[in-house]
């Protein structure tokens, strides 16, 4: 008969790869000088605040996925809310 229902739902290596490790992320080429395993996107940005993470995220696969330009726009609305952010911070320490 067909395939197993775990063969049918079970995902393949590639749709793994493209959650896991998309190739627009993994596209810097350069890898870890201690363990040597490649650098990808995620392990730069998670270690900076959510704006500035999502504005260097949209530069990095610019070449890599859809609209270069669009995912340059993205990035400098990013870059914009987290000047908002700042300013507002700026502002609240200023008042006290």
């Known amino acids: ?29 350069a ?11 995620i392990d730069v940005i998670e270690r900076m605040t959510l704006n500035v993470g999502n504005a260097v995220k949209y530069v ?14 993205k990035a400098g609305w990013y870059i914009q809310r987290e000047i908002q952010r700042l300013e507002r911070e700026d502002s609240s320490r200023a008042r006290e």
């Open 1 to 29: 008969m067909g395939a197993s229902l775990t063969e049918k739902v079970a995902p393949t290596t590639d749709k793994i790869e493209a959650v896991n490790h998309p190739a627009h992320y993994n596209s810097l080429g």
């Open 60 to 73: 990095w696969r610019k070449d890599h996925k859809g609209s270069q330009i669009e995912d340059l726009k």
């Open 31 to 41: 890898c870890c000088l201690g363990c040597g395993r490649p650098i990808e996107c």
